[in-house]
């Protein structure tokens, strides 16, 4: 069984304008709200790939009972632990130019929801396999994500990790099965502005003699690489009409394990993680399964001889 982890998930609440400006009243046009969270919105792409999963976190109040509902709705499955705080509540503004996101901190945990959390832990087994993925909540210690490691580890099952910056280089002598930085965040890593193919690829070369087993970039509209063994490869964009960028690497990292529990082939994973990523980008909020397969066919994956 695939697991996500979202310990701090949302409902976000998206507003279309045609325009904003701060310190006036801003009417929008049309509105709407889903359950949100790297690891919720993995959990719904292992889904449209018909891949079962179980969703992990924490969740209260309404917020929390509508995350709930959502995923129930959704054909998810989920286990998350009732709190007594209140899941947060996320704003992504949307205009024709922009897309900016206004993320709470997220609720107090009490020393109990956290215990209680920590016990699903103790049922895994080595054929699991979890994705971790997204910021903690500020009453998590800083180091929650290496507990958890160590848990995983534990019991034989395997973890890909899906966390920004210093934070992942701290995880990868666990051996991830998969990390995906984009470029903005492994120029951060390394201090080091990144342009051409051939300026990422000793750092994506890095992460992988780190300890990750497989490590993709994700270039945005210029593609992605992917670093597997002594080889990497690179995936060419595909071209569309950007509608929702907010999931693409969350679906990215959804895709390649999706494929790769199936066919432990990391070339085959890589190609449907490219194409989730893309499908998410160029649909409004998920891509329709038969929309993810024309994505998938399109996307051509070659081997970067060095």
Same mark, same amino acid.
């Given at each position: 069984?695939?697991?996500?982890?979202?310990?701090?998930?949302?409902?976000?609440?998206?507003?279309?304008?045609?325009?904003?400006?701060?310190?006036?009243?801003?009417?929008?046009?049309?509105?709407?709200?889903?359950?949100?969270?790297?690891?919720?919105?993995?959990?719904?792409?292992?889904?449209?790939?018909?891949?079962?999963?179980?969703?992990?976190?924490?969740?209260?109040?309404?917020?929390?009972?509508?995350?709930?509902?959502?995923?129930?709705?959704?054909?998810?499955?989920?286990?998350?632990?009732?709190?007594?705080?209140?899941?947060?509540?996320? /704003?992504?503004?949307?205009? =024709?130019? @922009?897309?900016?996101? !206004?993320? +709470?901190?997220?609720?107090?945990?009490? %020393?109990?929801? *956290?215990?209680?959390?920590?016990?699903?832990?103790?049922?895994?087994?080595?054929?699991?396999?979890?994705?971790?993925?997204?910021?903690?909540?500020?009453?998590?210690?800083?180091?929650?994500?290496?507990?958890?490691?160590?848990?995983?580890?534990?019991?034989?099952?395997?973890?890909?990790?899906?966390?920004?910056?210093?934070?992942?280089?701290?995880?990868?002598?666990?051996?991830?099965?998969?990390?995906?930085?984009?470029?903005?965040?492994?120029?951060?890593?390394?201090?080091?502005?990144?342009?051409?193919?051939?300026?990422?690829?000793?750092?994506?070369?890095?992460?992988?003699?780190?300890?990750?087993?497989? /490590?993709?970039?994700?270039? =945005?509209? @210029?593609?992605?690489? !992917?670093? +597997?063994?002594?080889?990497?490869?690179? %995936?060419?964009? *595909?071209?569309?009409?950007?509608?929702?960028?907010?999931?693409?690497?969350?679906?990215?990292?959804?895709?390649?394990?999706?494929?790769?529990?199936?066919?432990?082939?990391?070339?085959?994973?890589?190609?449907?993680?490219?194409?989730?990523?893309?499908?998410?980008?160029?649909?409004?909020?998920?891509?329709?399964?038969?929309?993810?397969?024309?994505?998938?066919?399109?996307?051509?994956?070659?081997?970067?001889?060095?």
């Amino acid at each position: 069984m695939i697991y996500t982890v979202t310990l701090n998930p949302a409902l976000d609440y998206f507003m279309n304008f045609e325009g904003v400006t701060l310190g006036k009243v801003n009417r929008t046009g049309k509105t709407a709200q889903f359950a949100g969270g790297k690891g919720i919105m993995e959990s719904r792409m292992l889904k449209k790939l018909g891949v079962p999963s179980v969703a992990w976190g924490f969740a209260g109040g309404f917020s929390g009972r509508e995350i709930l509902r959502q995923l129930t709705a959704d054909g998810i499955d989920s286990d998350f632990v009732p709190i007594a705080g209140e899941s947060r509540i996320n /704003v992504k503004l949307k205009t =024709a130019a @922009d897309e900016t996101s !206004l993320d +709470a901190a997220g609720p107090h945990l009490t %020393a109990d929801e *956290i215990d209680l959390f920590l016990e699903k832990f103790e049922g895994l087994t080595p054929v699991d396999s979890v994705v971790l993925a997204g910021a903690i909540p500020p009453s998590l210690p800083e180091n929650f994500y290496e507990r958890l490691i160590a848990k995983i580890h534990a019991k034989g099952a395997q973890f890909a990790i899906d966390i920004d910056g210093q934070k992942l280089l701290s995880t990868l002598a666990d051996r991830p099965l998969v990390v995906k930085p984009n470029r903005e965040e492994l120029e951060e890593i390394f201090g080091q502005k990144l342009s051409a193919l051939t300026d990422i690829i000793p750092y994506g070369k890095k992460l992988l003699s780190a300890g990750a087993q497989h /490590v993709m970039v994700s270039l =945005a509209g @210029d593609g992605a690489l !992917l670093f +597997a063994g002594a080889k990497v490869y690179f %995936a060419a964009p *595909i071209k569309g009409t950007v509608k929702n960028s907010i999931g693409a690497g969350d679906s990215t990292v959804a895709g390649f394990i999706a494929e790769f529990s199936r066919s432990h082939d990391p070339i085959k994973a890589f190609r449907q993680g490219v194409a989730c990523g893309t499908a998410k980008v160029f649909s409004e909020n998920m891509p329709t399964r038969e929309f993810l397969d024309t994505c998938y066919d399109a996307i051509k994956v070659i081997e970067i001889r060095r």
